[in-house]
T-cell receptor, first 114, second 113 residues
Framework: DADVTQTPRNRITKTGKRIMLECSQT?????MYWYRQDPGLGLRLIYY???????NKGEISDGYSVSRQAQAKFSLSLESAIPNQTALYFC?????????????FGPGTRLTVL | SQKIEQNSEALNIQEGKTATLTCNYT??????LQWYRQDPGRGPVFLLL?????KEKRKERLKVTFDTTLKQSLFHITASQPADSATYLC????????????FGAGTRLFVKA
């Protein structure tokens, strides 16, 4: 089984709808992240969490919220989806214990907002 | 502001040749630099990490160099194969408190048989 899973894998929704993307991990890592990827722009950080009680905004958090339900679960919500939130969304985990912060990514969720 | 630049143009090479990808950065003093591979529609996968005090790191057919004076890393794939075709991302991390990883936009590599 994959170490980092995301659901759903694909989602088409309409403007104004509330959407939740879910991420689960079995790696036992405390750190979890949400990124979005757009063509030519690379990965941009939306939110990150260093443990269950720690939530931090990334560079593009407007229009998004997150919830860290447990060490293994980190969900991303779009309260009122808009078309420019159409993108590929990735969840990632990391463990800095080895003196580096290598990130382990999920398979991604392709979100289309009409 | 901190910036990472990777060649946005795709790199096309013939099978068996060495592919060289470039990552340049500005206004940044990374403690280490990482390279990831991303296949279409999939999440990036970690390949190699090189620290600021290392000049070169190798793993099988992969080689990474890191020049903190030039603010540049080069990623080489020797004896390239069609299966090496993918997008390669570089990422820089600052070894201070708090999170600060920045990813480049990636360079698409096509290896022709």
């Amino acid at each position: 089984d994959a170490d980092v899973t995301q659901t759903p894998r694909n989602r088409i929704t309409k403007t104004g709808k509330r959407i939740m993307l879910e991420c689960s991990q079995t790696k036992g890592h405390d750190r979890m992240y949400w990124y979005r990827q757009d063509p030519g722009l690379g990965l941009r950080l939306i939110y990150y969490s260093f443990d269950v009680k720690d939530i931090n905004k990334g560079e593009i958090s407007d229009g998004y919220s997150v919830s860290r339900q447990a060490q293994a679960k980190f969900s991303l919500s779009l309260e009122s989806a808009i078309p420019n939130q159409t993108a590929l969304y990735f969840c990632a985990t990391s463990d800095p214990g080895l003196g580096r912060d290598t990130q382990y990514f999920g398979p991604g969720t392709r979100l289309t907002v009409l | 502001s901190q910036k990472i630049e990777q060649n946005s143009e795709a790199l096309n090479i013939q099978e068996g040749k060495t592919a060289t990808l470039t990552c340049n950065y500005t206004n940044y003093s990374p403690a280490y630099l990482q390279w990831y591979r991303q296949d279409p529609g999939r999440g990036p996968v970690f390949l190699l990490l090189i620290r600021e005090n290392e000049k070169e790191k190798r793993k099988e057919r992969l080689k990474v160099t890191f020049d903190t004076t030039l603010k540049q890393s080069l990623f080489h794939i020797t004896a390239s194969q069609p299966a090496d075709s993918a997008t390669y991302l570089c990422a820089l991390d600052r070894d201070t408190g708090g999170f600060k990883t920045i990813f480049g936009a990636g360079t698409r590599l096509f290896v022709k048989a």
